[in-house]
């Protein structure tokens, strides 16, 4: 059972910077996407940064060179990062990873993500 676990939220000024982690146990899949979404209060969930099995990345444009998306592995287990720089409020939301066990046609959109972890909370601060 695969099993998605977020941490690395927190408060920070505009301008300021996190990194979020994701561990994705008995996550092995030889081909496979995983992806950072958001969502805000009051507004719908949206993709921020995906990868996949060939280290390809996508970025929303909101967040493209701002924020960087990378994975690492063992053989149990796969995390995913998120290092987020030059935050602004606007970035303030709750921050969830995703995992598909294939390679999705289209990495921000979340139908295509078998599986989801709880989520962090990030703050920005003006």
Not at 24 to 47: D, V
Not at 56 to 83: C, M, N, P
């Amino acid at each position: 059972q695969v099993h998605l676990v977020e941490s690395g939220g927190g408060s920070v000024q505009s301008g300021g910077s996190l990194r979020l982690s994701c561990v994705a146990s008995q996550y092995t899949f030889r081909k496979h996407s995983l992806a950072w979404f958001r969502q805000a209060p009051g507004k719908e969930r949206e993709g921020v940064a995906a990868v996949n099995s060939f280290d390809g990345t996508f970025y929303a444009d909101s967040v493209k060179d701002r924020f960087t998306i990378s994975q690492d592995s063992t053989s149990t287990s796969r995390t995913l990062y998120l290092e987020m720089n030059s935050l602004k409020p606007d970035d303030t939301a709750m921050y969830y990873c995703a995992a598909a066990a294939h390679i999705v046609s289209y990495p921000l959109e979340g139908s295509n993500y078998n599986w989801w972890g709880q989520g962090t909370q990030v703050i920005v601060s003006s």
